[in-house]
């Protein structure tokens, strides 16, 4: 399994971290998290974390820079990773639901009909906003 987790920058990240991490948890063996990474700059917070706990986990972690080309590379990043990916997993902030970066890739999982789910985190918990199965659209 090739998952992408992906938070918004909104997001407090040691809460959307931790929900990761379930995520995570659930994985069969030989699974792959793939991470955001911008190009010259140390991984967000919540990226770190999730690298930290997936290793532990035993998950493999594959980072995905963007390539030269300012913020349209960013864009081209995330359609190759979840490309790349067999699902993706979207955490927001409440009320920034499906803004950013962070809804770009849920948006292109849309687009490449992958599995997908999306939470906000409101007040410690998740609250779900939508998904797409594949399995459903068949």
Request: neutral net charge; aromatic residues 8%.
């Amino acid at each position: 399994m090739k998952l992408v987790v992906v938070a918004s920058r909104a997001c407090d990240p040691a809460q959307a971290a931790a929900f990761a991490v379930d995520e995570l948890a659930d994985l069969p063996e030989g699974s792959q998290v793939f991470l955001r990474k911008p190009t010259g700059k140390p991984a967000r917070r919540f990226e770190l974390a999730v690298a930290v706990a997936a290793t532990k986990l035993g998950v493999t972690v594959r980072w995905w820079s963007p390539g030269p080309g300012g913020r349209k590379a960013t864009f081209v990043r995330d359609v190759e990773m979840v490309a790349a990916a067999d699902r993706v997993v979207a955490y927001f902030a409440e009320n920034l639901e499906m803004e950013g970066g962070t809804g770009h890739v849920v948006e292109k999982a849309q687009d490449q009909n992958k599995p997908c789910r999306a939470y906000a985190i409101v007040d410690g918990s998740l609250k779900w906003i939508g998904g797409h199965d594949s399995e459903d659209q068949a």
